[in-house]
């Protein structure tokens, strides 16, 4: 069966600190994979999508950057974070455009 | 512009009863369109999909029907219990867009 981590699970950084949340999948190949962001009482929001290794879209411009080292890796990482970038992170994967997406647990990230 | 609305941030029910949540969309035009369940500080849940073409779909307590002529989906759980309090998101995937895109969700309480 498939399973997706993400990690940390929590985390509280300074303001102009940088950042780096990471994603794996196991259980699948050559997914699709997903960075969103989901403000307090909020949708979510696209913020990365990657249909294979080194191919990143972005959805949003932002401080924020995406990477794709391998198949089933998928990283978030910013230089400099900002007060805005406070939200709870979250990564999914999925096999087609039509599919069910599956989430990972989350990074709930505060920035002081 | 493009925007999804979720009937409202709150809706408490008794238990028992049937609860019914509101995706109105406007646009858009949806091939298919999902709802999720999310409970606090996890990631969304897959429930339903239902495609353009299909006019309703069930799966145990929960009933998705879908209106293209009046921009809207109706997500029904019967029988409702405490166990399905939680935040329903609905989610749209438009016919030429890459990637599902998510309502801001509305918090189910299910009261004993």
């Known amino acids: 069966s498939q399973t997706i981590h993400q990690w940390p699970a929590t985390l509280v950084q300074p303001v102009g600190s940088p950042l780096s949340l990471e994603c794996t999948v196991e259980?699948?190949?050559?997914?699709?994979l997903y960075w969103y962001r989901q403000a307090a009482g909020r949708g979510l929001q696209l913020l990365f999508y990657s249909v294979g290794i080194g191919q990143i879209s972005s959805e949003v411009p932002q401080n924020l950057s995406a990477s794709r080292p391998q198949d089933r890796q998928f990283i978030l990482s910013s230089k400099k974070l900002l007060l805005s970038d406070s939200g709870f992170y979250l990564c999914?994967?999925?096999?087609?455009?039509?599919?069910?997406?599956?989430f990972g647990p989350g990074t709930r990230l505060t920035v002081l | 512009s493009q925007k999804i609305e979720q009937n409202s941030e709150a809706l408490n029910i008794q238990e028992g009863k049937t609860a019914t949540l509101t995706c109105n969309y406007t646009?858009?035009?949806?091939?298919?369109l999902q709802w999720y369940r999310q409970d606090p500080g996890r990631g969304p849940v897959f429930l339903l999909l239902i495609r353009e073409n299909e006019k309703e779909k069930r799966k145990e307590r929960l009933k998705v029907t879908f209106d293209t002529t009046l921009k809207q989906s109706l997500f029904h759980i019967t029988a409702s219990q405490p166990a399905d309090s939680a935040t329903y998101l609905c989610a749209l995937l438009p016919i030429y867009g890459q990637n599902f895109v998510f309502g801001p969700g509305t918090r189910l309480s299910v009261l004993p």
């Open positions: 999914a994967w999925d096999r087609g455009r039509t599919d069910t997406q599956y």
């Open positions: 259980g699948t190949s050559n997914p699709n």
């Open positions: 646009n858009y035009s949806p091939a298919y």
